[in-house]
């Protein structure tokens, strides 16, 4: 068993004790941070340094250098699963991720693939590895993945969509199709998650960024349904240690009594949801992570401590809560406002412990 010199994250995850609120923020080693930026200018692009295990590594360390974090997070991207199946992912400046060749016929659909990680996706799990070891046992590390869900939207959209038309169209015409999709999906994201704890994560998290666009029950049927088949197949021990997991929804709010009831060990909430009313839904049952409104950065130091005070005070007292925004940080925060936001947790949060 590896010793963690600071190992609250995992302990709040598993709700234990702890003697303040662990913090980590989505989207923390990104464009907001100027060497995150000069290292992006060094890989050539975006995908570049998401396949160059030692530049990934390296900005999985860079936002550790500069605020006291309670975890990292490997650099990498929800696309990488799509692109291994052969989708050609691409990044055009200024405009997000497309897809070459989207989804849209039943042959298409039926030459889909569950990519060995080991060979498709192994500059993240390398990744992985190095950042794990340059860590050397000082915060633990997190490996992360899509839903099968939010993957799909892009594989059958070809990019981002505001009204997810494609992939509506196939749930009410052809909803065969999509849960091929998505079955596939959860197969390669289990086998995704496996091989990053193998490679050393040790915390892992499934983003569904899109599930909340759904109709009630279809989320149920469509996004739940298989992230709680990505939770069946998960290890939940490495190395000698528990491994846990979390499960975000993007707009989840309606479902949060459900999403407990998963299998995950916790739930991230996004900002729309108050704290305090989503500890009592869940019932203790998993841990809560969130939800800052990740505008409250714009904010100058007076707001920033003052939007954190209010979120621990909505969970109250006691373990159990991971702070963290309710999404990621936009690219525009100032890179002084995560500190004021780091140290502000850290030093409120200790009256709650």
């Given at each position: 068993m590896?010793f963690?010199r600071?190992?609250i994250?995992i302990r709040?995850l598993?709700r234990q004790?702890t003697p ?6 989505m989207?923390?080693a ?8 000069v ?7 975006f ?12 900005v999985t360390?860079?936002?550790?250098a500069?605020y006291?974090l ?5 650099f990498?991207?929800i ?21 070459a060749?989207p989804l ?5 659909v039926?030459?889909l693939f569950?990519?060995d ?14 950042a794990r070891?340059?860590?050397?046992g000082?915060?633990?590390?997190i490996g992360?993945a899509?839903?099968p869900?939010?993957?799909?939207c ?9 009204d997810f038309r494609?992939?509506?169209t196939?749930r009410y015409?052809?909803?065969d199709?999509l849960?091929?999709?998505?079955d ?9 998650l496996?091989?990053q704890?193998?490679?050393g994560?040790q915390?892992?998290m499934?983003?569904?960024t ?6 009630h ?6 996004s ?7 939770l069946?197949?998960?290890?939940r ?6 491994v846990p997991?979390i ?5 989840g ?6 999403m407990?009831?998963?299998g995950?060990d916790?739930?991230g909430?996004d900002w729309?949801?108050?704290l305090?009313?989503?500890r009592t839904?869940v019932?203790?049952?998993?841990a809560?992570?969130?939800?800052l409104?990740p ?9 920033i401590?003052?939007?954190v005070?209010?979120?621990?005070a909505?969970?109250?007292?006691g373990?159990g809560?991971v702070f963290?925004l ?5 690219r525009f925060?100032p890179a002084?406002?995560?500190?004021e ?5 850290h030093?409120?949060s200790?009256?709650?412990?």
């Amino acid at each position: 068993m590896t010793f963690l010199r600071n190992d609250i994250f995992i302990r709040a995850l598993l709700r234990q004790p702890t003697p303040r609120t662990p913090v980590w923020l989505m989207r923390q080693a990104g464009r907001y941070l100027p060497e995150y930026n000069v290292t992006r200018s060094r890989a050539g692009s975006f995908l570049a340094l998401c396949r160059n295990p030692d530049l990934a590594a390296e900005v999985t360390l860079q936002p550790l250098a500069r605020y006291a974090l309670d975890a990292a997070i490997v650099f990498s991207d929800i696309l990488t699963i799509p692109d291994a199946m052969g989708l050609g992912l691409e990044f055009a400046e200024g405009e997000g991720p497309r897809l070459a060749r989207p989804l849209r016929e039943e042959r298409d659909v039926g030459h889909l693939f569950v990519p060995d990680p080991g060979e498709r996706l192994r500059y993240v799990t390398d990744a992985v590895s190095q950042a794990r070891r340059a860590l050397e046992g000082e915060v633990p590390l997190i490996g992360f993945a899509g839903s099968p869900f939010t993957l799909a939207c892009y594989m059958v959209e070809g990019g981002g969509s505001s009204d997810f038309r494609q992939l509506k169209t196939m749930r009410y015409r052809r909803p065969d199709l999509l849960h091929r999709i998505l079955d596939v999906n959860a197969r390669a994201v289990t086998a995704y998650l496996n091989a990053q704890i193998e490679a050393g994560a040790q915390a892992v998290m499934i983003f569904d960024t899109w599930g909340g666009a759904l109709a009630h029950a279809d989320y149920l049927e469509f996004s739940l349904a298989y992230m709680r088949q990505v939770l069946s197949g998960l290890r939940r021990e490495h190395d000698g240690a528990r491994v846990p997991n979390i499960l975000f929804t993007k707009g989840g709010g309606p479902w949060l009594e459900a999403m407990a009831g998963s299998g995950c060990d916790a739930v991230g909430i996004d900002w729309t949801v108050d704290l305090g009313t989503a500890r009592t839904r869940v019932g203790g049952r998993v841990a809560l992570q969130g939800n800052l409104d990740p505008a409250a950065l714009f904010g100058d130091a007076e707001a920033i401590r003052g939007a954190v005070a209010a979120v621990l005070a909505q969970y109250g007292s006691g373990s159990g809560h991971v702070f963290n925004l309710g999404h990621g940080v936009s690219r525009f925060t100032p890179a002084e406002s995560v500190a004021e936001l780091v140290d502000s947790v850290h030093e409120l949060s200790l009256a709650y412990h």
